[in-house]
């Protein structure tokens, strides 16, 4: 077993780095669209013999250092209660949205094992199939994400209707979070009970609030999964996409390892938050349109600003785009290797 993602998430600096990619199994791989061409997405992450061979995919075709489940931070809101859609070019939609005190009193705590069973089963064949391979990352998203997506009925510019409940009824808005929080905290136990090795929290979200109102709204709850998987014994990632503004409030959760997207640099980061910190990423994921000397130039710059920080994880700063061709991929994981080798 290729252990270099999980000593590396447990601050221990490797050669070469390890490095998976944020949606690696995904619409970019061929092997994935086969199998998308006659199964809807929702289908085939409520399947676990289909969630564990698309996982698989990028681990075979890129040779990445981590699998991450496939799945979605949006399933277990389903299990809570709420709709669940996937529309073709529109994203997800929950409806009916989640936005009075009656919305929330048809909400109920999740039960992993009754309301998402295949995703338990999806990480029990992952880790017989992985047994010789790479570790295994679960994941959920963080309560202020998931609140967006239930609040907003779906994908968001503005979060408005999130705001407006955060500001208005702010009392409203903590009830949703805390059983957002609860369910998210049971979800990730189980993940692990089931064989989860590593977590990622993604708050893909909660870079639209200001630093106080992400200190109030959004930081106390990822801090309370992440103070409530203490005892699990797994590392955990914390992702806040657009969250350059807040790395001191996000250090202060305490969590593991930083995950970072492309606009703030490792260095910077670092020099705000010390050297003792394990990081995770940051490429734009759209460097790997650049030409191949301008990209292993990129990957190189990251890399050694990465051995500023305790330990890095190399990851793109968000997830790969559809537009990516697969050889580009493989050959940004065999320079990330190469170059740290
Ligand atoms: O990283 C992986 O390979 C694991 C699987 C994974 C998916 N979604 C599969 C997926 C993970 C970890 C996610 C997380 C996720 N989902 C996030 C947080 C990360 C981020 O991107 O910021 C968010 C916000 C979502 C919500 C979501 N899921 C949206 C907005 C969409 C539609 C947009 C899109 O890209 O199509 C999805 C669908 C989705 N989730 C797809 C995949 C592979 C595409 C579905 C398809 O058409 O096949």
Same mark, same amino acid.
């Given at each position: 077993m290729n252990e270099a993602f999980l000593?590396?998430?447990k601050g221990e600096r490797t050669k070469p780095v390890p490095v998976w990619l944020m949606r690696q199994a995904g619409r970019y791989l061929p092997a994935y669209q086969k199998i998308r061409s006659d199964t809807d997405f929702?289908?085939?992450c409520k399947t676990p013999e289909l969630a564990a061979k698309v996982t698989l995919q990028p681990v075979d075709i890129l040779g990445v250092d981590a699998a991450i489940l496939f799945s979605d931070i949006l399933i277990p809101l389903?299990?809570?209660?709420?709709?669940?859609e996937f529309h073709e070019g529109r994203g997800p939609v929950l409806n009916p949205p989640v936005r009075t005190e009656q919305d929330i009193n048809r909400l109920r705590p999740i039960d992993p094992v009754a309301h998402v069973p295949f995703v338990l089963e999806t990480i029990r064949i992952l880790r017989k199939e992985l047994s010789d391979k790479v570790p295994l990352i679960g994941f959920s998203g963080a309560p202020f994400t998931l609140a967006t997506y239930m609040i907003e009925g779906g994908t968001s510019k503005s979060f408005v209707y999130t705001k407006r409940m955060l500001f208005e009824t702010p009392? %409203? *808005?903590?009830?949703?979070?805390?059983?957002i929080t609860e369910s998210t905290l049971s979800y990730l136990k189980a993940q692990v009970e089931a064989g989860a090795q590593a977590l990622q929290?993604?708050?893909t979200w909660a870079g639209s609030l200001c630093k106080e109102d992400y200190e109030r709204h959004a930081l106390p709850y990822a801090t309370r999964i992440i103070d409530g998987l203490r005892d699990a014994g797994?590392?955990?990632?914390?992702?806040?996409?657009?969250g350059g503004h807040v790395l001191e409030s996000i250090h202060s959760s305490g969590v593991d390892?930083?995950?970072?997207?492309?606009?703030?640099?490792?260095?910077t980061v670092v020099s705000r938050l010390g050297p003792?910190?394990?990081?995770?990423?940051?490429?734009?994921?759209?460097? %790997? *349109?650049l030409p191949e000397i301008e990209l292993k130039q990129r990957i190189a710059s990251v890399l050694s600003q990465g051995r500023k920080a305790k330990a890095h994880i190399f990851n793109l700063g968000h997830g790969i785009l559809p537009e990516i061709s697969p050889e580009k991929a493989k050959l940004f994981v065999k320079m990330v290797h190469e170059l740290s080798a």
């Open positions: 000593r590396a998430c929702l289908t085939l389903e299990g809570m209660g709420t709709g669940l009392s %409203l *808005f903590s009830r949703l979070m805390d059983l929290v993604f708050d797994v590392p955990i990632i914390y992702f806040v996409f657009n390892v930083i995950g970072l997207d492309w606009r703030t640099e490792i260095e003792d910190i394990v990081v995770q990423g940051n490429l734009d994921p759209c460097a %790997l *349109f």
